[in-house]
């Protein structure tokens, strides 16, 4: 019973951060991709890949910092597709996320 209780608290906080990653207020949505490249979960993935496209710097920039967090080769393409963000800063942190998903890549090889 305590598995099954733990198991539903953590569904319903992913369930919970990814609402928000559609919430008008950036600083909430930035915190949710925090909460979700925290959490782990693979399912976090194809949403933290959409915030990407994301209008405000930050959030693309947190984003791109989450899925190299992560680590899931599935990011690599759409990070590749969005490293000429206008802003240098979130260059950079593509361009970080890409190194540590290609490292991870080479440690589980």
Not at 18 to 23: E, G, H, S
């Amino acid at each position: 019973m305590n598995d099954d209780m733990e198991c539903s608290k953590a569904e319903e906080r992913l369930a919970y951060f990814l609402r928000m990653l559609n919430d008008e207020n950036p600083g909430k949505r930035w915190k949710a991709i925090e909460s979700l490249a925290r959490s782990g979960d693979e399912r976090a993935v194809e949403p933290l890949i959409s915030a990407l496209k994301d209008d405000d710097w930050r959030v693309r920039q947190k984003s791109a910092w989450a899925l190299g967090y992560l680590g899931d080769p599935r990011a690599l393409v759409p990070l590749r597709h969005v490293l000429r963000d206008d802003l240098e800063g979130v260059q950079e942190m593509i361009r970080e996320a890409i190194e540590m998903i290609q490292k991870k890549m080479a440690e589980e090889s």
